[in-house]
């Protein structure tokens, strides 16, 4: 079961997932303490979490928006870096708010996810943001070899019959690593079929969470998992060898990210 939040008063307190709410727990837990924080909170959409967490009126929102993205400075260290995930209908007041809060926003990444209703008199919403910040624009964690995509070379190019920046498959097609782009579509999953797959409504990919972690964090980094759903960031950032916390407040939700560590070690 998942370790009760006073434990965290103790800055010894490990790998784990909690339950709490994220705005205690951000009072409580150590300062100066975490590497890469990454959140994935309610977008006001009315969805059931099993709470009323997902059904503010927009003042509250707001209000609730403002109080726990000003707490996450005072937690992490002076290289960390910050992913926020937001729809777009909140989107330019989650940028608002991060730089109010002292961060540099270095980038806004556009998701395409597959999910999504049709809409008779709309475009049907198929992209969420992620905001990237950090506290020190000069000092921070970005491995970019990590993360570099592949490409297929559509007009390879030689210089001096040597191809210039790019290589061959073991079926002679050319194709370079290249450096992602802030539009992530190579993402996109249909969420009744991925691997890791549990009833939470609004899961995030590993693929996702694992381009994140490995781009803005090393090994035995301290990762922050907040709003953690059925715990996605935490089990990647185990599965590569990061510490992790993850804050949540549905139970139920909690047994799926538990059930999820627990097969990483044979459980």
């Given at each position: 079961?998942?370790?009760?939040?006073?434990?965290?008063?103790?800055?010894?307190?490990?790998?784990?997932?909690?339950?709490?709410?994220?705005?205690?727990?951000?009072?409580?837990?150590?300062?100066?303490?975490?590497?890469?924080?990454?959140?994935d909170p309610p977008y006001n959409y009315g969805i059931d979490f099993g709470n009323d967490s997902d059904k503010r009126n927009d003042a509250e929102y707001r209000a609730w928006t403002r109080n726990w993205v000003q707490k996450l400075v005072r937690i992490s260290k002076p290289s960390a870096s910050f992913y926020i995930c937001i729809g777009w209908e909140y989107s330019g007041f989650y940028q608002q708010e991060l730089e109010a809060a002292g961060l540099t926003i270095l980038n806004r990444i556009t998701w395409k996810r597959d999910k999504g209703r049709g809409a008779s008199k709309n475009w049907k919403s198929n992209m969420e943001d992620i905001w990237f910040a950090v506290r020190d624009r000069k000092n921070?964690?970005?491995?970019?070899?990590?993360?570099k995509v592949r490409k297929a070379v559509i007009a390879p190019y030689r210089e001096n019959g040597i191809p210039k920046d790019w290589t061959t498959d073991s079926e002679g097609k050319p194709f370079r690593m290249t450096h992602p782009s802030n539009i992530w579509t190579d993402l996109t999953v249909p969420f009744w079929s991925m691997r890791e797959n549990t009833p939470h409504p609004t899961q995030k990919p590993e693929a996702l969470a694992e381009r994140i972690i490995l781009a803005s964090s090393n090994q035995g980094d301290r990762v922050l998992d907040l709003f953690s759903g059925s715990g996605t960031f935490s089990v990647v950032a185990k599965r590569l060898g990061r510490e992790f916390t993850g804050i949540e407040m549905n139970p139920e939700y909690i047994r799926y990210a538990l059930k999820r560590l627990a097969a990483l070690e044979g459980g």
């Open positions: 079961m998942a370790v009760p939040i006073p434990l965290l008063a103790n800055s010894d307190f490990g790998s784990n997932v909690y339950r709490a709410d994220v705005i205690e727990a951000l009072d409580i837990l150590p300062g100066n303490h975490f590497d890469l924080i990454v959140a921070y964690t970005f491995n970019l070899d990590a993360v």
